[in-house]
């Protein structure tokens, strides 16, 4: 827990990183948008496919880890995903409880298409390759760094 009592905070905008962060998210989605409008997908829906192109047949809560999204927020995405004809759901033990997702062969030859994505970011920001990949590293030191809500480990 934080203790703000006795110090005189530094509440100026630009000076928390947590808005840095955000304003940081949303334009690479912006930058995003068009490539991933042309294959018909969010952008949410677009980590959850990367994913299952990393590896197929995963389980719904593993799936759910890998992403950092709880239940309430994947299921209505595969839904959609699945309505959509990209991914099904398969029940993969004997008592139906674990619900694993496989790409269809329609979601699997997305993936061809998807490559043009990472291009729109690189298109359109004054960073180089090293750059990039220094801030994504950084990035996810941050959230191996920082605890899960739940108390997991990050």
Known sequence: MCNLYGVQPDLALDHQLCFALYAASRRVQQAYRPALDDLGLTYPQYLVMLALWERD???????GERLHLDSGTLSPLLRRLEQRGLVTRRRDDPDGRRV???????????????????????????????????????????????????????
């Open 57 to 63: 047949g995963v389980g719904v809560g593993e799936l």
């Open 100 to 154: 694993e997702i496989l790409l269809t062969p329609q979601g699997d030859a997305l993936r061809d298409r998807a490559g043009q994505v990472q291009d729109c970011l690189a298109g359109q920001v004054d960073l180089g390759p090293e750059q990039l990949g220094a801030l994504r590293d950084l990035a996810r030191a941050l959230v191996n760094s920082t605890p899960r809500s739940d108390g997991g480990t990050p």
